[in-house]
């Protein structure tokens, strides 16, 4: 049988790089930091202490390079699971495929990514400025019902307990639930909140916001706010989490997602300094990050 992944499924570019991220498998460290928006990659990388990489296609910007004897890349991944979709996959790829043979390694290397993002608070007392780690991701979008994975049995418990107290209008998502990577969340605790981060597929009427138009589901908020399973409560809304988590249980990568809270929700309430909050966020981040 014929293993090798064809040109039309793993698409290599003229440099021998990826086809989306344009970086080659020698231009990716195994630590990764994911941003959101392609200007907040260099405001990453000026910390570093040697940049050995740079590369651009469309929305995705990579630079990798050194803290002390640290080797790190940073990423954008543009907004929303479908890039995210792209961006795990490539990175997988770019660790896990052999690019000259085109057949999927015999041992697999398990990348850690953390991604440094922004969100929006769903309880009153997580204030704007602070920060949140995601204890889990759960998806309001539909990506990851394209692939196969296993749920734990304590990511199930959760998911049902969710189904059960809060409504999702009939045709709309199948949500989906993962746990980070216990190992990094443990990492990340003091100057940091911890909950449930929900994943949507929209910045406005998918996270209850309106300006013009009316909303599908004018309750999707509340009953987000007051969702509790034993200690567990939903704390943001953001547009990739659940799929860094997803696709990291379907390729078998470590994954955090971080967020600097710039909107709260229910206080009605926006950072008066969202580029501060993430500037000290990726100071924080980079501190644990580098020493992992
Ligand atoms: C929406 O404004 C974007 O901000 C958040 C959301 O997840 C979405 O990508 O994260 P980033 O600031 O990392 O992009
Ligand atoms: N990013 C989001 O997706 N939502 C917010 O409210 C703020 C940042």
């Known amino acids: 049988m014929d293993n090798r992944i064809a040109a039309s499924e793993l698409i290599i570019n003229n440099r021998g790089a990826v086809y989306h991220l344009d970086v080659r498998p020698d231009e990716l460290a195994p630590t990764i930091i994911t941003v959101g928006d392609p200007d907040r ?5 000026k910390h570093f202490d040697k940049i050995e990489s740079t590369h651009q296609h469309r929305e995705f910007v990579t630079h990798t390079g050194y803290i002390g ?3 790190l890349s940073v990423v954008s991944t543009g907004i929303g699971t479908d890039n995210i ?15 000259d043979t085109r057949l999927v390694k015999q041992t697999l290397t398990s990348l850690k990514i953390v991604r440094l993002g922004t969100s929006g608070a769903l309880q009153e007392s997580i204030p704007v400025d602070s920060f949140v780690v995601s204890s889990h991701g759960l998806g309001l979008d539909n990506l990851m019902n394209y692939y196969v994975f296993e749920n734990t049995t304590s990511e199930k418990q959760l998911l049902q307990s969710f189904r059960g107290q809060v409504f999702l209008q009939p045709g709309g998502a199948n949500p989906c639930l993962f746990e980070a990577s216990a190992s990094l969340q443990s990492l990340f605790t003091e100057g940091f909140h911890t909950g449930i981060t929900v994943t949507c597929p929209g910045f406005y009427a998918p996270q209850g916001r309106v300006l013009r138009g009316t909303l599908s589901n004018p309750n999707l908020i509340d009953n987000l706010t007051s ?12 547009m990739e989490t659940s ?4 696709m990291g249980r379907v390729l078998g990568h470590e994954c955090l997602s971080v967020s600097a809270i ?3 929700r229910i206080r009605k309430e926006f ?3 969202g580029g501060a909050a993430v500037a000290s966020l990726i100071e924080k981040g980079l501190g644990i ?3 992992i």
């Not at 979709?85 to 052999?98: G, M, P």
């Not at 799929?243 to 997803?246: C, F, K, M, N, T």
């Open 69 to 71: 004897d640290k080797r």
């Open 262 to 264: 710039v909107a709260n």
């Open 243 to 246: 799929a860094i988590y997803g």
């Open 41 to 45: 990659v260099g405001a990453v990388s």
């Open 289 to 291: 990050i580098a020493a």
């Open 85 to 99: 979709d792209i961006v795990l996959n490539e990175l997988d790829a770019l660790v896990n495929i052999d690019f």
């Open 227 to 238: 969702f509790n399973y034993e200690n567990h409560r939903i704390t943001n809304f953001e």
């Open 271 to 273: 950072s008066k300094d």
